[in-house]
């Protein structure tokens, strides 16, 4: 079983749409969670850092369930913008952090 | 600037010969990642490194090989050992005290 898993998409939506990605994780141990966004041949770039209690950053908003071993990045009003692939990416128990294979965003006007 | 920095950004490589990687950060970060990107795939650990001088092993450390002489600097070599070596290769960096990482621009690295 995979350590992250992502349903990889693509998801297209019309701009301003509201869109949500979920992702699991197997080892119930993790420590930290975040989202990232790649753009097409770039590097990873983080978006936000996942946390307990939920947290938002403008438009965007991450969840944590750590019962049911998902977290979620909800992306509000989408912008042409946002059209990138998001990475779910969880740190372990020790140093070593695990990628999802990403999840494939289209805003289309 | 502070960042991280790697090159070449485009390297072609014929079979059979090792080629070595660059990055560079100054960031001051303790800790220091080598990942390896494939088309549909996602980021896979080759080795990471927490000090200078030690370093340990990730999930695909095979025809892969690291130093760490400097805290700034985190070059990886790959071998004529490596079976399929043609990939995007990302180098990454955390301070101990957080737990975000950050990414250099990376290297695609073509065998011909």
């Known amino acids: 079983r995979k350590e992250v898993e992502q349903d990889p998409g693509p998801f297209n939506v019309p701009e301003g749409a509201t869109v949500a990605f979920n992702c699991t994780y197997s080892n119930s141990a993790s420590q930290s969670f975040f989202w990232y966004r790649q753009d097409c041949r770039k590097e990873p770039k983080l978006l936000m850092s996942?946390?307990?209690s939920g947290n938002e950053d403008g438009r965007f908003t991450a969840q944590l369930n750590r019962a049911s071993q998902y977290i979620s990045l909800l992306i509000r009003d989408s912008k042409l913008s946002d059209s990138a692939t998001y990475l779910c990416v969880v740190r372990g128990t020790g140093n070593q952090f695990y990628f999802g294979t990403g999840t494939s965003l289209t805003v289309i006007p | 600037d502070g960042g991280i920095t790697q090159s070449p950004k485009y390297l072609f490589r014929k079979e059979g010969q090792n080629v070595t990687l660059s990055c560079e950060q100054n960031l001051n970060h303790d800790a220091m990642y080598w990942y390896r990107q494939d088309p549909g795939q996602g980021l896979r650990l080759i080795y990471y490194?927490?000090?200078?001088?030690?370093?340990q092993k990730g999930d695909i450390a095979e025809g892969y090989s690291v130093s760490r002489e400097k805290k700034e600097s985190f070059p990886l070599t790959v071998t004529s050992a490596q079976k399929n070596p043609t990939a995007f290769y990302l180098c990454a960096s955390r301070s101990n005290s957080y737990n975000e990482q950050f990414f250099g621009p990376g290297t695609r690295l073509t065998v011909l």
């Open positions: 996942v946390y307990s």
């Open positions: 490194s927490q000090i200078v001088n030690d370093f």
